[in-house]
Nanobody, 126 residues
C-alpha cells in the first residue's frame, strides 16, 4: 500500500527555518517525481515545488525560489523540503505528493500526483 507521511511542521518566527520530511512506504521514492504543495486558510492549494526522480531537477514556485530547497535521501526513502527565511505568508498546511511519472511536467498541478500525505502544519508568526 502506497503511503506518504509528512513531518517537521511547527511554529517558527519570521526569518526562521524548518525542514519538512516526506517519508514513503510501499514504493520507492527515488523513481518518482515528488511534489510539495501548501494550502493556507481560506485559499486554494498551491504548488511549492516539484522534484524529478533522483533529484535530477527541481522546479520551484516564484514565491519560494531562493528560500526553499528540496532534497532526497534514497536510503531513507524520504524527501525533504528545507525552508529558510520564512514569512508569515508561508503559513499553511504542507503536503507532499508522488507522481506516477519520474519527471515533473511543466506547471505541475495537483492532478499530476496520485498519492498524497495527510499534511503538516507550518505556522510563521512572532
Amino acid at each position: 500500500q502506497l503511503q506518504l507521511v509528512e513531518s517537521g511542521g511547527g511554529l517558527v518566527q519570521p526569518g526562521g527555518s524548518l525542514r519538512l520530511s516526506c517519508a514513503a512506504s510501499g514504493f520507492t521514492l527515488a523513481y518518482r517525481a515528488i511534489g510539495w504543495f501548501r494550502q493556507a486558510p481560506g485559499k486554494e492549494r498551491e504548488g511549492v515545488s516539484c522534484n524529478s526522480r533522483n533529484d535530477e531537477n527541481t522546479d520551484y514556485a516564484d514565491s519560494v525560489k531562493g528560500r526553499f530547497t528540496t532534497s532526497r535521501d534514497n536510503s531513507m526513502n524520504t524527501v525533504y523540503l528545507e525552508m529558510t527565511s520564512l514569512k508569515p505568508e508561508d503559513t499553511a498546511i504542507y503536503y507532499c505528493a508522488a507522481s506516477p511519472r519520474n519527471t515533473c511536467p511543466a506547471g505541475a498541478r495537483q492532478s499530476d500526483f496520485g498519492s498524497w500525505g495527510p499534511g503538516t502544519q507550518v505556522t510563521v508568526s512572532s
